[in-house]
């Protein structure tokens, strides 16, 4: 595993997991406000029960299936952030989620693009083949205009057989002289061989690790596997500084519990199996859970939930100081926003900012240029 340390040594190197909860994640579900009347009058049929619910304080709790997430929380590793969002109005999968992963409206490329540019100049890995990684056949937006990012799960299902061996040192050779493609066409093909590498030899995690197996359903599975071979690479000194995950599919309308348990069984029991799988080096990674909205207050006729606005984000350790956070507007009629949704209290740019100053920003405005800052404390 040597030829994968890009930066052995290096205990100060810092590393950034974003995990998008793709279709507008219900923040009332993944954080009950058991303790507001509101919530239960608006969801007789949906409302987790006080009794099950795994209380943070007071007023909010989590959703009896995020248990491992609960004892993150009660370790002060996870924060919570209600009322979270952004901006946008449209309550449109396509548009929240393009501002969102821009970082704002007007703005050019991904977030975390314009992030890492900043960062260049004082973090040596940036740049480097496996810096800026995607868990998907495809780079998130958010990643559009990093120095080099890698759809990670693309090239790990490439062939190592001689033939392809043999067919990289062609490439190679073919885009060599061509002075616009030479460098990313190096750089693609330096990622497969350094996947490769770390491919050879079978990751084992921590024994306090328990990543889902099959028996925990194949969504859970597949989550963990992106966890996995994320913590395979933060251990190996493999130079990451950022990586993006998906979790999809939590657009709610119709019989909402069959559809949100299970992904929230597959978040919850993947963060956990990844904390306990750094150990120490939990401190120095930071996990941003967060989606393009949230859901209606009230239930509809499906036993669903409507496209809304404020939601739930988590941040999960590389020194948060945990806790829950936000400035509950509760849920009466009057401080709703339009048809019926929770409003956006806290810009989830502000969560964003208060992260990235722990991992070396120290211009947030050319992160996030239109917008003012008010980090939170988390």
């Not at 083949?129 to 790990?156: C, F, H, M, V, Y």
């Not at 950022?242 to 709610?252: H, K, M, P, Q």
């Amino acid at each position: 595993m040597a030829d994968a340390v890009l930066s052995a040594g290096q205990d100060i190197d810092r590393t950034l997991v974003v995990v998008f909860l793709r279709g507008g994640a219900d923040g009332l579900s993944l954080v009950p406000p058991v303790g507001d009347d509101g919530y239960h009058r608006a969801r007789p049929h949906l409302a987790v029960p006080t009794a099950k619910a795994l209380r943070l304080d007071e007023l909010f709790s989590l959703h009896p299936s995020l248990h491992e997430m609960h004892e993150l929380y009660q370790q002060g590793t996870l924060a919570v952030v209600h009322a979270a969002g952004s901006e946008d109005e449209s309550r449109s999968h396509f548009e929240a989620q393009d501002l969102m992963e821009h970082g704002g409206a007007d703005v050019a490329g991904g977030w975390i693009g314009r992030w890492l540019r900043s960062r260049q100049a004082d973090d040596a890995r940036i740049g480097g083949t496996l810096s800026a990684i995607s868990l998907g056949d495809e780079l998130q937006e958010s990643l559009r205009g990093s120095p080099t990012a890698t759809a990670l799960r693309a090239l790990a299902q490439l062939d190592r057989s001689s033939e392809a061996q043999l067919l990289h040192a062609q490439l190679a050779a073919l885009y060599r002289p061509d002075a616009l493609l030479a460098e990313a066409a190096a750089s693609a093909l330096a990622a497969a061989t350094r996947i490769a590498t770390l491919q050879a030899t079978a990751y084992q995690p921590r024994p306090s690790a328990r990543y889902a197996e099959r028996k925990d359903g194949d969504l859970a599975v597949a989550f963990s596997r992106d966890l996995s071979r994320v913590a395979q690479l933060i251990k190996a000194r493999a130079g990451l500084v950022v990586a993006c995950i998906d979790l999809g599919n939590w657009d709610s309308h119709f019989i909402q519990e069959q559809l949100l348990e299970p992904r929230m069984r597959a978040l919850s029991q993947g963060l956990g199996a990844f904390a306990n799988d750094l150990g120490e080096l939990l401190a120095s990674t930071t996990v941003v859970v967060m989606s393009e909205f949230g859901r209606r207050v009230r239930e509809n006729a499906s036993l669903g939930t409507d496209h809304g606005r404020g939601g739930a984000m988590f941040v999960l350790g590389g020194g948060t100081p945990g806790g829950m956070h936000c400035d509950w507007p509760g849920l009466h009629d009057s401080a709703l926003d339009g048809p019926g949704d929770l409003p956006v209290v806290h810009n989830y740019r502000d969560v964003l900012a208060a992260v990235l100053a722990r991992h070396g920003s120290r211009d947030p405005g050319s992160v996030f240029p239109d917008h003012p800052q008010r980090p939170l404390h988390v």
